[in-house]
């Protein structure tokens, strides 16, 4: 299938561009970055040699009627403006939060503008007949990286625990703060340095998570969410607990988790004893978990990582994609991550 990335030149277009060179079934034909057209895709990435000799082009250059497939990696606020200059037939996975939220008041006090509307929410492990949705359409909204950390995190418990007590403290690596320069993301700064930001509710994926895990609770979902920048490129940790609502072992909260993902390929529950590390999902599609119970407080704890431009972005977009053009789901992602 003949395929364009645009926003190739950020974080999340490089690592969709790597991961696509080696896709069986999707062709990269176009590589759109703006404010880097003209230029070659290797001085932006000198990792990927296999677009040796390409350059970025603008998207107005694009003819859209030779595309099947768009993956859109652009800032927020910037997909739906282009989405009417593409014919109807093609199919798009959007990586950025345009099409996300179904609640135009929540988009706009988390993100400000004009509210562009919703598509299928593309995250397939996340409840029964989610996959089968994504399937059916030709449009789909990929999921932000934090959410798809904590929203498969807590999902299989949503039963068992007060939905409406959800606390989760996440780390992410710099990489997820998109590719512009900033003070607060260069190396003297972030190095050997731990620190919270957007702190006390405000992180623009709350309405995200939140809107899922309704949707999986049938009922209203809360959550507190204190993210943490980590001085690291790419990965997320994530630590969520929530009250129990009926009395449950950690063994039986691992079975729970067990039985919920036993055939989710992209889902490692660990072994007790084991817990999820950032650097053994770099590089894949995976999300790594493990599960307590913390008897003292009645609350399950749940630790989740995943890779922010993996399974948080890219990984997770080619996923979506394989999807609805009903390829076998874990084309070109049958990776495991690089480790240390």
């Avoid at 009922?219 to 997320?236: C, D, Q, V």
Wanted: net charge neutral; with cysteine; hydrophobic share 45%.
């Amino acid at each position: 299938m003949k395929t364009a990335v645009i926003g190739a030149s950020g974080y999340a277009g490089g690592e969709l561009l790597r991961l696509l060179a080696t896709h069986p079934h999707f062709e990269v034909t176009v590589v759109s970055a703006h404010s880097n057209a003209g230029e070659q895709v290797t001085s932006v990435h000198p990792q990927l040699q296999s677009y040796s000799g390409r350059t970025f082009v603008n998207v107005d250059e694009i003819d859209f009627a030779a595309i099947q497939l768009v993956f859109l990696a652009l800032p927020h606020g910037e997909s739906a403006a282009l989405i009417a200059k593409i014919p109807a037939h093609v199919k798009i996975v959007d990586l950025g939060a345009d099409y996300r939220l179904e609640d135009s008041l929540q988009w706009e006090k988390y993100y400000g503008g004009k509210h562009a509307g919703a598509w299928v929410y593309g995250m397939p492990e996340l409840a029964p007949g989610q996959r089968q949705a994504i399937k059916k359409e030709s449009k789909v909204a990929n999921p932000g990286c934090y959410a798809t950390s904590i929203a498969l995190g807590i999902a299989p418990a949503i039963s068992v625990i007060d939905s409406s007590d959800i606390v989760v403290v996440a780390a992410s690596g710099t990489t997820g703060a998109g590719r512009s320069a900033k003070t607060n993301l260069i190396g003297s700064e972030v190095m050997g340095s731990l620190t919270s930001y957007k702190f006390g509710g405000v992180h623009q994926h709350t309405p995200e998570i939140e809107q899922a895990l309704s949707a999986v609770a049938q009922k209203e979902a809360k959550i507190s969410f204190t993210p943490i920048l980590a001085p690291m490129p790419r990965g997320i940790l994530a630590t969520i607990t929530a009250k129990l609502t009926k009395s449950m072992t950690t063994q039986q909260a691992h079975e729970l988790y067990a039985k919920h993902y036993a055939d989710e390929f992209f889902i490692d529950l660990l072994p007790a004893g084991q817990m999820p590390k950032t650097s053994a999902v770099t590089g894949s599609n995976k999300v790594q978990l493990q599960v307590a119970v913390d008897q003292h407080t009645n609350r399950l704890v749940v630790s989740v990582a995943i890779d922010n431009l993996g399974k948080g972005a890219a990984g997770q977009a080619i996923q979506n994609a394989n999807l609805i053009c009903g390829l076998a789901e874990i084309s070109g992602l049958a990776l495991d991550g690089i480790g240390a």
